[in-house]
């Protein structure tokens, strides 16, 4: 055993030893691993630290990359994965975006992948943050992750219309993040795909963070409840293809900023869409406050918040309700643990504001 390893076995170690008996036997039970023939409790704390060990080894880690700081935000960034696609292009980086249903690749990334390894498909309807979309659908088979080979399935979109760089080779949506449990690391910039069941049987620790249930939107979004100075409840996209999150003026104006409330600043950020629209978004104050558990920990964010009626919200039926996008300078803060499978986010606690 390496010294990387040793270390490993002495953190998941530690960690068993702080739960009851009755909560390790629970966590094997979850992993479909046996306990009743552990008659002390350091016997169950060895079995569910080998447990662990064992669901890590099968996780995928690589380094958190952020693409587009903004004014030195660590948090202003799209999350980006490396995929191994093949061809000509070979390595090619991906945005993660919870705020799209399906995946997306660009045509110039299309265009460098090996023919025998794209499949065509029907064209179909997808959703971003800033509307619908419709587009050719293409499978692109002996896709990696790491070890793990796949098919990517995705819609051939051209991105440059939102600033991307031409080196991405497209968005990683819902459909594929689906297959995993994610944990990102924002403050030690670090990524890993666990496998299903990661966080049932305790191999991703989540004491320490907001769980946040999530909710499934008919057209496939995973949205939650949020609140903007003690508001009542209304949906919000979970969209890490934003920077910043937005509201609605109908959210705004619920929460007592309107369009001619004094705090209301104009002519702030620009939001683009993939159709090449954009508008303007104002931005306001507020305390927003992201409805999880009740007896877990603060999960209220002090700061500015962008304003603006986007297309999406119309998609979704919001065009006279409340909501909101909640995006990166929300969710990118510390730790966080996304789990589109099994409906639940973990956020780490509002202790600091957000925003710009």
């Not at 790491?146 to 080196?167: E, N």
């Not at 309700?321 to 986010?345: K, Q, T, Y």
């Given at each position: 055993m390496d010294d990387f390893d040793a270390r490993r076995v002495r953190a998941f170690a530690a960690r068993a030893r702080g739960l009851r008996a009755k909560v390790l036997k629970e966590l094997l039970a979850r992993a479909g691993a046996r306990s009743d023939d552990c008659l002390e409790k350091e016997e169950l704390v060895r079995r569910v630290t080998e447990t662990w060990i064992d669901t890590e080894n099968d996780a995928i880690t690589t380094r958190l990359r952020q693409l587009g700081n903004i004014g030195g935000n660590p948090r202003a960034g799209y999350a980006l994965v490396t995929l191994d696609v093949g061809g000509e292009i070979g390595l090619c980086d991906f945005v993660i975006d919870t705020g799209a249903t399906t995946a997306l690749i660009t045509p110039k990334a299309l265009e460098m992948l090996d023919k025998e390894n794209v499949t065509e498909g029907a064209a179909?309807?997808?959703?971003?943050?800033?509307?619908?979309?419709?587009?050719?659908?293409?499978?692109?088979?002996?896709?990696?992750?790491?070890?793990?080979?796949?098919?990517?399935?995705?819609?051939?979109?051209?991105?440059?219309?939102?600033?991307?760089?031409?080196?991405?080779?497209?968005?990683?949506?819902?459909?594929?993040?689906?297959?995993?449990?994610?944990?990102?690391?924002?403050?030690?910039?670090?990524?890993?795909?666990?496998?299903?069941?990661?966080?049932?049987?305790?191999?991703?620790?989540?004491?320490?963070?907001?769980?946040?249930?999530?909710?499934?939107?008919?057209?496939?979004?995973?949205?939650?409840?949020?609140s903007l100075n003690n508001s009542a409840p209304f949906d919000a996209i979970v969209d890490m293809g934003s920077f910043f999150s937005v509201a609605n003026w109908m959210?705004?104006?619920?929460?007592?900023?309107?369009?001619?409330?004094?705090?209301?600043?104009?002519?702030?950020?620009?939001?683009?869409?993939?159709?090449?629209?954009?508008?303007?978004?104002?931005?306001?104050?507020?305390?927003?406050?992201?409805?999880?558990?009740?007896?877990?920990?603060?999960?209220?964010?002090?700061?500015?918040?962008?304003?603006?009626?986007?297309?999406?919200?119309?998609?979704?039926?919001?065009?006279?309700?409340?909501?909101?996008?909640?995006?990166?300078?929300?969710?990118?803060?510390?730790?966080?643990?996304?789990?589109?499978?099994?409906?639940?986010?973990?956020?780490?606690?509002?202790?600091?504001?957000?925003?710009?």
């Open positions: 179909v309807r997808g959703l971003t943050g800033t509307g619908e979309t419709l587009r050719q659908k293409v499978s692109v088979s002996d896709v990696r992750l790491g070890s793990k080979l796949f098919v990517l399935d995705a819609v051939v979109t051209d991105l440059s219309a939102v600033g991307l760089p031409p080196q991405i080779g497209g968005l990683l949506g819902l459909d594929f993040l689906s297959k995993f449990e994610i944990e990102f690391n924002f403050t030690d910039s670090a990524l890993k795909f666990w496998p299903k069941g990661s966080i049932a049987n305790g191999a991703v620790d989540t004491d320490d963070l907001v769980k946040i249930p999530l909710h499934l939107h008919p057209v496939g979004l995973r949205t939650v409840k949020c959210a705004s104006t619920t929460a007592g900023i309107g369009p001619d409330s004094p705090e209301v600043k104009r002519g702030g950020l620009q939001v683009s869409g993939v159709d090449g629209g954009s508008m303007q978004m104002a931005m306001a104050p507020f305390d927003l406050r992201v409805i999880g558990e009740a007896e877990d920990l603060s999960s209220t964010y002090r700061g500015m918040c962008c304003v603006g009626d986007l297309p999406a919200f119309n998609a979704l039926g919001a065009s006279v309700s409340p909501m909101m996008a909640l995006g990166l300078d929300v969710i990118g803060r510390g730790r966080m643990v996304f789990n589109a499978s099994d409906n639940c986010m973990y956020l780490s606690s509002g202790d600091e504001t957000y925003g710009v």
